[in-house]
């Protein structure tokens, strides 16, 4: 069993940054691709950014050029460094971490930008 833990949320003015990281544990295989997602209040669940193990990334297209996906694949370990922070980028924002055909999600951590 994978087990995916999310760390780094908190509450921070509109135009500052915070820093997210994820750990996953408890893997007998590789980790593919490992990403965050956010869940807005009354709002389905959304990309925010993906990376692989070769470290290719994709964004979601509100984050792009805000938001950077960093991954140390020693430490099964994925990074979301955001920066200029708006109060629609509050959310919960999730860990999914993909094991061989599995997805393996966090508990999410809070992320509250206030105005």
């Known amino acids: 069993q994978v087990h995916v833990v999310e760390s780094g949320g908190g509450t921070v003015q509109a135009g500052g940054s915070l820093r997210l990281s994820c750990a996953a544990s408890?893997?007998?295989?590789?980790?593919?691709?490992m990403g965050w997602y956010r869940q807005a209040p009354g709002k389905q669940r959304e990309l925010v950014a993906t990376i692989t193990s070769r470290g290719y990334t994709t964004y979601g297209a509100s984050v792009e050029g805000r938001f950077t996906i960093s991954r140390d694949n020693a430490k099964n370990t994925v990074y979301l460094q955001m920066n200029s922070l708006k109060p629609e980028d509050t959310a919960v924002y999730y860990c999914?971490?993909?094991?061989?055909?599995?997805?393996?999600w966090g508990q999410g951590t809070q992320v509250t930008v206030s105005s």
């Open positions: 408890g893997s007998k295989f590789g980790i593919n691709t």
């Open positions: 999914r971490t993909v094991v061989v055909l599995t997805d393996y």
